[in-house]
């Protein structure tokens, strides 16, 4: 008596190629999901990028706009920095 006494040989051959295909197909849908998954991080690495050098070139922005003009008498500083709404 074996421990597959019940089961005929042709049963167990048929099992193992159903559990055989169950891996591969699990297998398949654990790649698409890999591919699924790195094409979402690029989108946002991507995005991520074109937020940080927006941020970038507006802080370059206010810098330059806020930076004194060389050769100018401060009093007209003063009147220009009034007029681009600064407080003095």
Avoid: H
Avoid at 19 to 32: C, E, N, P, S, Y
Avoid at 43 to 68: G, M, V
């Amino acid at each position: 008596m074996g421990l597959f006494s019940s089961k005929t040989e042709r049963e167990l051959v048929q099992r193992l190629d159903e559990q055989a295909a169950l891996i591969a197909g699990l297998q398949k849908a654990v790649r698409d999901l890999e591919v699924e998954w790195e094409d979402y991080f690029e989108k946002f690495r991507n995005l991520y990028a074109r937020i940080n050098k927006r941020r970038q070139r507006e802080a370059t922005e206010a810098e330059e706009a806020s930076a004194p003009v060389q050769g100018i008498n401060p009093l007209a500083q003063r009147l220009l920095d009034l007029s681009k709404g600064g407080t003095g």
